[in-house]
């Protein structure tokens, strides 16, 4: 470096030009095709990346390590691979004896090493799934055998069940069931056409079906109950009566259920026998009647004493049809069919519709479509699957008490 870089320069003179040794110094420019060679070279590297290995990847849980001592084994046994879904058939289960799946490894003893397989308890558990196959496979065929049995035989009914079938349908049965509504004028009253002089009757029959459906969705499960099952008819009062929020409901629940207790003492208790006969039906028993008519005496006993018994008409309507030997299908038939029959009588008084019309709703093939196939869907529900299916139901029931004039009883 020159000596004088720092002094001062007459601000006109001219820089000297730089030496062509210097000029040589400079490196020339590369060509297009130059840059194109390392650019490859440089992608050519950058390809050839290293894999990171974690510390981590040795460390395994003792499920992941028996796996892979598993899989490790069947790949040394150079055999054919095991599928991981098998098909469930009693031929290929047999078959599979002596094989295991890779979904069903048993455990292995703590002193073993992880590739033993111990199969005794794998071929027990294949005992056990046969034998319940074979269990459900007949009571298949017994429910089969019984439907395809002629209709004449399984419908029968004796003439004093068609006898007590009579009386219960009889509209003069002093149930009580004609003082309420079951919430058709609360209803009415809260849908009033929008032409005051328009039909209420397409109104009518929206609230007939959610009412049919209401009854067969929280009172018929307790019907078949209390038929099949006469011992636990307390337990079932005390659930329904649990289960029923709306307090109009289960006030007219109540009464009509007292009554047709008062009906059964005073007039039916004498007349029919404590051994009933066997009905023909798949849920009756020789033993059934006379169970289920200790089961009645023994409630109404208590009822007289306890103040805790409610004695709601959905369970003691199937132990009273089953002690007049009623068949269970006809008991329920009958039970949503009177409530249909109750809510059309209400609506001839609201006039809704004339008495004629009453009659031709009642006989109607729709009506008799709607009750049958709510007790075929209702049919093995069980009363811990008992709810409202139509929640404002219970709104249009409870509001009737609210109304400033009404001409049914809350």
Not at 143 to 172: C, K
Not at 197 to 215: D, E, K, N, Y
Request: proline letters at 6%.
């Amino acid at each position: 470096m020159p000596a004088n870089v720092l002094s001062n320069r007459d601000t006109n003179a001219q820089m000297k030009s730089a030496s062509p040794q210097k000029k040589a110094e400079k490196p020339e420019a590369k060509s297009l095709d130059a840059h194109r060679q390392e650019l490859a070279s440089r992608l050519k590297e950058n390809d050839k990346t290293q894999q990171y290995v974690s510390p981590s990847d040795s460390i395994q849980s003792p499920a992941t390590q028996k796996l892979s001592a598993f899989r490790n084994k069947q790949i040394t046994k150079k055999s054919k691979p095991q599928t991981l879904f098998k098909s469930t058939s009693s031929k290929k289960i047999e078959s599979a004896k002596g094989t295991a799946m890779f979904a069903d490894i048993p455990k292995t003893d703590q002193g073993a090493n992880d590739g033993e397989v111990n199969a005794k308890p794998y071929q027990q558990s294949l005992k056990d799934e046969i034998a319940d196959l074979e269990r459900r496979l007949q009571d298949a065929k017994s429910r089969l055998i019984l439907e395809d049995e002629p209709a004449d035989s399984s419908q029968s009914t004796s003439d004093a069940a068609l006898h007590a079938l009579l009386l219960l349908a009889d509209s003069a049965l002093p149930l009580g069931s004609f003082a309420f509504s079951s919430g058709l004028e609360s209803y009415l009253a809260h849908h009033k056409p929008s032409p005051p002089s328009a039909s209420q009757l397409p109104s009518f029959h929206v609230f007939l079906r959610l009412s049919l459906s209401t009854l067969a969705s929280t009172a018929l499960p307790y019907v078949l109950a209390g038929y099949r099952s006469p011992a636990d008819i307390e337990t079932l009062d005390n659930d329904f009566d649990a289960s029923t929020p709306c307090t109009v409901a289960r006030r007219a629940s109540i009464a009509q259920g007292r009554a047709l207790l008062a009906v059964w003492e005073r007039s039916y208790r004498t007349q029919y026998s404590p051994t009933a006969t066997n009905v023909a039906d798949d849920d009756s028993s020789p033993t059934r009647g006379s169970a289920a008519a200790e089961a009645l005496t023994s409630f109404s006993a208590a009822l007289r004493k306890s103040d805790l018994i409610n004695a709601h008409l959905a369970p003691l309507w199937g132990l009273v049809t089953c002690v007049l030997d009623v068949p269970l299908r006809d008991a329920a038939y009958l039970f949503l069919f009177s409530h249909a029959r109750t809510v059309v009588s209400a609506a001839v008084r609201a006039s809704v519709m004339g008495p004629y019309q009453a009659q031709a709703e009642l006989a109607s093939t729709e009506l008799q479509d709607r009750i049958r196939g709510l007790v075929e869907e209702g049919w093995e529900r069980k009363v811990e699957d008992a709810g409202q299916s139509v929640p404002v139901m219970d709104l249009w029931v409870g509001r009737h008490e609210k109304l400033y004039s009404r001409i049914f009883n809350s």
